[in-house]
């Protein structure tokens, strides 16, 4: 599903801010694999997921998604394939629209009339089936602008609008980090259960090593642009937090802007 070959980033360089954000990224992921990925603040997390997504082209490396080399397609082209849920609540949706006008968008994403929704009487019951799904009483707010939602509202709502289009790669990058701690519980309850039910492919960035333990079958743990560890589903299911430490400090990745739990 994803092949990632020697993929490598610098930001600046030549000069004297040059960092090398990613350093021989090798990585493959089978359909339905759900990987979490942790690691502290310049780890190149989010830089990997960008490379991902298109928004930051590489320097060397390929991009492989579905077979099909990816590396040098714009950001708009891959985004028929891959769908993200961002760290700000207000990213993955459009706050002037209302809830069942985002969910609209959403389902035409892709096709080649996008910019009529089509909310129909049967449309909005099978919306209102799916909001449903979020716990969260918007099924009987569809009329109601998104900006006026909590975070965690608009996060679990941007979770449905991202399998709406059957994605190839599901990319979440810190997704419940804004979140008081019952949102974030509910938003990754949300996601596992989401992915599961679709078969999604996904990708998850995290801090939080609880988590990370906690959800997917896969694990990768990152510093200074590099794969430090890499945990598949055996390994990953009899590791702890304190394993993870341990891992990490052997390799002098631990700092203060680790978050542990």
């Given at each position: 599903?994803?092949t990632?070959?020697h ?17 021989d ?23 990997l ?19 099909q ?22 990213a ?35 919306l209102?089936?799916?909001l ?34 059957h ?18 519980e ?76």
């Amino acid at each position: 599903m994803l092949t990632l070959t020697h993929v490598a980033k610098t930001f600046y360089p030549g000069t004297a801010n040059e960092r090398q954000a990613l350093r021989d990224i090798n990585l493959e992921l089978a359909p339905g694999d759900f990987v979490t990925i942790i690691g502290s603040n310049g780890a190149g997390k989010s830089t990997l997921l960008n490379v991902i997504g298109g928004s930051i082209p590489v320097d060397e490396g390929t991009v492989v998604i579905g077979g099909q080399d990816v590396t040098r397609q714009p950001e708009h082209r891959r985004a028929r394939r891959i769908a993200r849920v961002f760290q700000d609540p207000s990213a993955g949706t459009a706050p002037h629209l209302s809830i069942e006008q985002n969910l609209a968008v959403a389902l035409s994403r892709g096709k080649r009339h996008t910019l009529t929704p089509g909310l129909t009487k049967a449309r909005r019951v099978e919306l209102r089936t799916h909001l449903a799904t979020l716990e969260q009483g918007l099924e009987s707010r569809m009329k109601h602008r998104v900006g006026l939602l909590s975070g965690g509202q608009r996060q679990a709502l941007s979770l449905l609008m991202a399998s709406f289009t059957h994605p190839d790669l599901l990319l979440l990058d810190e997704h419940v980090a804004a979140l008081d701690p019952e949102r974030t519980e509910l938003v990754l309850r949300l996601t596992a259960d989401m992915i599961a039910e679709s078969g999604l492919t996904a990708l998850m960035v995290t801090h939080n090593m609880e988590h990370a333990l906690r959800l997917g079958n896969r694990l990768l743990m990152m510093h200074e642009g590099r794969i430090l560890h890499s945990l598949g589903p055996a390994e990953k299911a009899g590791a702890q937090v304190g394993d993870l430490l341990e891992w990490f400090s052997r390799e002098h990745a631990l700092d203060d802007r680790t978050l542990l739990t």
